[in-house]
């Protein structure tokens, strides 16, 4: 069974400082991961995806994440926050990509104070 | 990308009664999911429909509380019925973009709320 576990409920950082957002996952076959962003009061929006191709995966607003197989870890990461990334983020496996079923994880609030 | 709309987007129902949600792309997709999204907490899949098949239905989810339709490549319905305040969520649909490899697009969701 696939699953992926979010090791922080919360985090906060300082406009203009590194984000990192951590996530493992479970999953008997090769998954696919994602990682999707929710603002407030607004839908999903696909930050990046992995799907077995480069492991440093670079996706939209400056973020990026790392497929690392031997620490089954996809973690979040920029270099410098902005105040509008604030907002709760959802690390994603699925074992069909796309196509298949998205198991989410329990989400990371990110608070950006100035 | 797909472009999804979803009808309502927010209601406020009285218990023991149904709502129908409605979810629109504006292009022909395979899959099509529905989610629920609690107050809080993270997202689960309801059920996965596909076009001229019976919808499947997760663990913990029937159809009889949450009948689904599928009548085109483009349209599908959810239905909450007998609601209860336990159903107040959000309940977002997805598909599988034949044109974008390997990602699913959300609808903006539906905010269920019920007294």
């Known amino acids: 069974a696939q699953s992926v576990t979010q090791l922080d409920s919360h985090v906060s950082v300082s406009e203009g400082t590194p984000v990192l957002l951590r996530c493992n996952y479970s999953?008997?076959?090769?998954?696919?991961l994602f990682w999707y962003v929710q603002h407030p009061n607004k839908g999903l929006q696909l930050l990046l995806k992995y799907t077995s191709a480069a492991t440093l995966v670079k996706g939209i607003n400056g973020f990026e994440a790392e497929f690392k197989k031997s620490e089954t870890s996809f973690h979040l990461t920029k270099p410098s926050a902005h105040m509008s990334d604030a907002a709760e983020y959802f690390c994603?496996?699925?074992?069909?990509?796309?196509?298949?079923?998205?198991?989410f994880g329990t989400g990371t609030r990110l608070q950006v104070f100035p | 990308s797909a472009v999804i709309s979803q009808k309502p987007s927010r209601d406020i129902c009285q218990r023991g009664t149904s709502l129908t949600i409605q979810c629109q792309v504006d292009?022909?997709?395979?899959?099509m999911f529905w989610y629920r999204q609690q107050p809080g907490q993270s997202l689960t899949l309801i059920a996965t429909a596909n076009q001229g098949s019976e919808a499947t239905y997760e663990s913990g989810f029937v159809i009889d509380k949450f009948p689904i339709s599928r009548p085109n490549l483009t349209f599908s319905t959810l239905t909450v019925s007998n609601m209860s305040p336990e159903d107040s969520s959000i309940y977002l649909c997805?598909?599988?973009?034949?044109?974008?490899?390997?990602?699913?697009?959300f609808g903006p969701g539906t905010r269920l709320t019920v007294l």
């Open positions: 999953s008997s076959y090769s998954p696919s």
């Open positions: 997805s598909v599988d973009d034949p044109r974008q490899y390997n990602e699913q697009f």
């Open positions: 292009s022909q997709v395979t899959m």
């Open positions: 994603v496996v699925s074992e069909r990509g796309g196509t298949d079923k998205l198991i």
